[in-house]
């Protein structure tokens, strides 16, 4: 069993989920790897934080083995590509004391088709690529698309952006046909399952955690009947979605002042085709909610029902 674990990029987002997660368990010394370091969010978040220059080949490694780092787990985002991934999985490979990784794929597999749609799949290539040369035991897990997005009025540290179904505005824009099934997962949820799995003796190479599995026009029907309201729905076609084109909804206004919209159009439009495409529609021999039979994932109407009931 892992004893002490570093969440690369803990500080926010999914990786703050976990780290809450495993600290709950009382069973790890958790550390957090971030770019900064921050008082602040130590006495926050109740980790130590260490700063990572991942350009240092040698002082990743020392800080691995100073550390007695035995596993990893990294929620890095892409956005400047896979440098920072790579740096630190050939680390923990030359680490002295870190044995398990799990990477920042987590979301669906992907493959080169992707690529030029959603330019992160490259990113995630390229580390799935570079897993197979490691002697480290990892998992890549599986989890959907995260429902949190769509439930901000839930406890979770997600950014407030989202993609294609503005509820509190009551507007819909379905990529596609709306008809393939996706798989959604809070992250909340996720993080439990991972701190349980940090617990066993023996991983695997994949690992899913499946919160619920609907089709996108299934979705909206839940949000209307949640509501007792009804939704101005359009429909993105494939055609426009690969032409970048979608429908902007009410909520984006509040994003591009952050995200300017010729850089989120575009990542709406990937995640749309993705979706259609059945990218998000995972199959599985087994999942860890079957594994872990006291953990429970949150259904989408349950998510749903609680977040209208927080308001």
């Not at 240092?56 to 596993?71: C, M, Y």
């Not at 985002?77 to 870190?98: D, F, I, K, N, P």
């Not at 995630?124 to 769509?150: A, H, N, P, R």
């Not at 995640?271 to 079957?290: A, M, P, Q, S």
């Amino acid at each position: 069993m892992s004893s002490t674990i570093a969440i690369a990029g803990g500080t926010g987002s999914l990786g703050r989920a976990i780290v809450d997660a495993l600290q709950a368990t009382a069973k790890f010394t958790v550390i957090v790897f971030s770019r900064q370091v921050s008082e602040e969010k130590e006495k926050e978040i109740g980790a130590r934080i260490i700063s990572l220059d991942y350009t240092d080949a040698a002082g990743l490694i020392e800080v691995l083995e100073k550390n007695r780092i035995d596993t990893i787990i990294s929620t890095m985002a892409y956005t400047e590509g896979s440098a920072a991934e790579l740096a630190l999985m050939h680390a923990a490979e030359r680490s002295a004391v870190t044995k398990r990784l799990i990477p920042s794929i987590w979301g669906v597999p992907c493959n080169r088709d992707a690529v030029p749609m959603f330019p992160p799949a490259q990113s995630k290539l390229e580390v799935m690529s570079c897993l197979e040369t490691l002697s480290l035991e990892y998992t890549i897990f599986y989890t959907g698309y995260f429902f949190d997005y769509y439930t901000l009025e839930l406890p979770t540290y997600m950014q407030p952006i989202a993609f294609m179904l503005d509820i509190p505005n009551n507007t819909a824009a379905i990529p596609g046909s709306g008809e393939v099934p996706i798989v959604f997962t809070h992250t909340w949820d996720v993080a439990k399952f991972v701190a349980a799995y940090a617990e066993k003796p023996q991983w695997d190479r994949e690992a899913y955690v499946i919160g619920d599995k609907i089709t996108f026009n299934e979705l909206v029907r839940l949000a209307e009947e949640v509501k007792h309201e009804k939704f101005t729905i359009s429909y993105d076609t494939i055609e426009n979605l690969i032409d970048h084109k979608v429908t902007e909804l009410p909520c984006y206004l509040r994003i591009y002042p952050f995200l300017p919209k010729e850089a989120l159009l575009p990542l709406i439009a990937g995640i749309g085709w993705l979706f259609d495409k059945g990218y998000f529609n995972l199959k599985w021999e087994r999942t860890l909610n079957e594994e872990f039979k006291l953990i429970k994932a949150r259904s989408i109407t349950e998510l749903l029902v609680q977040a209208s009931k927080s308001k």
